[in-house]
């Protein structure tokens, strides 16, 4: 079956901008969770959503926020661009833990943002 | 604090020899315990998790509760071994939020 998908690959923004980025998880899951990627710091949590609502959300400014709609697939955005926001954004989804044991995550290929 | 720490940035091994990736881990609880690889220019997927207890491309990982750690090791390392590997930590009960470490860089040179 096919992968997570993550829309679009690359993007190029200016400082102060802002920008949407997506991902369309596999069929079956309803759990996405997002992760930033850097050189410096290795993949920092965002956000995770399961039934459209917000589960958890990691230690990032107001900036940062995601939603998931009713097919599962979820969008982040991140507003008033920083060059520091400069990094691969990974989503990845999940058959969604209730108890017992996670569930294997599956990543995609990432969103590249370069920040100008 | 729920923590993972890979201490090693870079561990650069010759083909046959042995490698043990470092991974400690802070946490109150159970903890769930993974190993994730990236090879160039593919997808983070998953190695293997403690739960499985199962060798996985001849890596094998025992987690060791009393020194909070989840080292990944293989006997024979193969130039293929080549890649970004991530231990990651779960972050509890009804959620499939992970923790990761920074990643180590394993070089095999032939």
């Known amino acids: 079956k096919a992968g997570v998908t993550q829309t679009p690959r690359y993007l190029i923004k200016t400082r102060g901008q802002q920008v949407t980025l997506s991902c369309s998880p596999i069929s079956g899951h309803r759990s996405v969770s997002w992760y930033q990627q850097t050189p410096g710091q290795g993949l920092q949590f965002l956000f995770e959503?399961?039934?459209?609502?917000?589960?958890n959300k990691g230690n990032f400014p107001g900036r940062f926020s995601g939603r998931q709609f009713s097919n599962s697939r979820s969008e982040m955005n991140v507003s008033t661009l920083e060059l520091g926001d400069s990094a691969l954004y990974l989503c990845?989804?999940?058959?969604?833990?209730?108890?017992?044991?996670?569930?294997?995550?599956?990543f995609g290929p990432g969103t590249r943002l370069t920040v100008l | 604090a729920q923590r993972v720490t890979q201490p090693e940035k870079l561990l650069s091994v010759f083909k046959g020899a042995p490698v043990e990736l470092k991974c400690n881990y802070s946490y109150s609880g159970s903890p769930e315990l993974f190993w994730y690889v990236q090879y160039s220019r593919q997808r983070l997927q998953l190695l293997l998790r403690?739960?499985s207890r199962e060798s996985i491309k001849g890596f094998t990982a025992d987690l060791n509760k009393g020194e909070t750690s989840f080292h990944l090791k293989k006997p024979f390392a193969q130039e293929e071994d080549s890649a970004m590997y991530y231990c990651?930590?779960?972050?509890?009960?009804?959620?499939?939020?992970?923790?990761f470490g920074t990643g180590t860089r394993l070089q095999v040179f032939p």
């Open positions: 959503y399961f039934s459209e609502t917000q589960r």
């Open positions: 990845a989804s999940s058959l969604a833990r209730t108890s017992g044991s996670i569930y294997e995550q599956f």
């Open positions: 403690h739960i």
């Open positions: 990651a930590l779960s972050s509890g009960r009804n959620t499939d939020k992970l923790i």
